[in-house]
């Protein structure tokens, strides 16, 4: 099993930007397939993007042009940099390991109007 820690959630203002970082436990970093979930309250949990070992991103549709994953596989993380962001952004996000079917705790994102 495989840890994940999500750090670099917190409170903007509407239009601002967060970065959000994952790093993860474990060997073979750069060969898993990892992704950011997000969940508002009172809705189900929805994928926001997901980078697989090699190949394209993919950023879920409503946000393509404000959200952007990437990682760096000599520091075991993934990144997800969220801009322009609005009250509906508003979520705990999750980083989530594809390959090991791993979560990590959550990090709160609150965007204020």
């Known amino acids: 099993q495989v840890q994940l820690v999500e750090s670099g959630g917190g409170l903007v203002q509407a239009g601002g930007s967060l970065r959000l970082s994952c790093t993860a436990s474990?060997?073979?970093?750069?060969?898993?397939?990892m992704a950011w979930y997000r969940q508002a309250p009172g809705k189900q949990r929805e994928l926001v993007a997901d980078?697989?070992?090699?190949?394209?991103?993919h950023i879920a549709g409503s946000l393509k042009g404000r959200f952007t994953i990437s990682r760096d596989n000599a520091k075991n993380t993934v990144y997800l940099q969220m801009n322009s962001l609005k009250p509906e952004d508003t979520a705990v996000y999750y980083c989530?390991?594809?390959?090991?079917?791993?979560w990590g705790q959550g990090t709160q994102v609150t965007v204020s109007s």
């Open positions: 980078i697989p070992s090699a190949g394209n991103t």
């Open positions: 474990g060997r073979f970093f750069s060969a898993r397939a």
């Open positions: 989530r390991d594809e390959t090991y079917n791993s």
